[in-house]
């Protein structure tokens, strides 16, 4: 990073490296209403995959694009409310607003990633912010996950309308979430902290007629 670059933020990791004791938003949850586990007549299964990196980037298309390349091997998405893999399909890229992308990685991936994003970007217009702790993204796949989805989201999730590789914000209940398909099996929402509890509870009671079980 240039020393321009450098004078104008202060980062830090928001990892402790003392063994303090860490919860993932739905850890109350779980105590609080239960996990049933998956049956064989579960027909909606919920997992939530905690502790991810979730990195919010703003800026110009072109610039950002360059240095995503450089840095995670896989460019912005194409076109508006577009979400991208790597290979391995561990890292992922979607298109949020016309200057605003939020990526998700690994977690551990995503102070150092910030960092390197930051040094490639060096003296462009740009914002980087960490948000790994205030979201947590959960997963819904089975057969009955659309329906689902249809009972909890304004959006239209019909696949002629909401295909692979595609994320949108969207009302939820009362809440608000990012709801993602990364492949034809599986349905992702990124859910803020706050409102982790009400959409566990939600899903848990809306899905209770298809069998709904949550892998831990």
């Known amino acids: ?17 003392a063994k303090i004791p860490v919860e993932s938003p739905l850890a109350y949850s779980y105590r609080r209403s239960g996990a049933p586990a998956p049956t064989a007549k579960s027909r909606v299964v919920l997992r939530e995959r905690p502790f991810l990196g979730h990195l919010v980037l703003r800026g110009g298309a072109i610039v950002l694009d360059e240095a995503v390349r450089e840095v995670l091997g896989i460019p912005l998405p194409g076109e508006p409310q577009g979400l991208v893999h790597d290979a391995d399909g561990q890292r ?8 605003e992308w939020l990526v998700i990685v690994p977690g551990g991936e995503e102070f150092a990633l910030e960092n390197r994003l930051r040094e490639s970007l060096g003296g462009a217009h740009f914002a980087i912010s960490n948000v790994s702790g205030g979201q947590t993204l959960v997963e819904l796949t089975g057969e009955a996950a659309r329906e689902l989805l ?8 019909h696949p002629s309308h909401f295909p692979v590789g595609k994320g949108v ?27 982790a509890d009400y959409t566990y509870r939600w899903l848990l009671d809306a899905g209770e007629e298809y069998g709904i079980g949550v892998e831990r």
Do not use: C, G, H
């Open 92 to 99: 992922s890229i979607q298109w949020i607003s016309p200057d």
């Open 1 to 17: 990073m240039s020393n321009t670059a450098a004078e104008k933020v202060r980062t830090f990791d928001t990892r402790t490296q």
């Open 150 to 157: 249809m009972k909890s989201v304004i959006y239209d999730v």
């Open 169 to 195: 914000t969207t009302v939820f209940a009362k809440a608000t979430v990012i709801l993602r398909r990364p492949d034809e099996q599986r349905w992702e929402l990124v859910v803020r902290r706050s409102f």
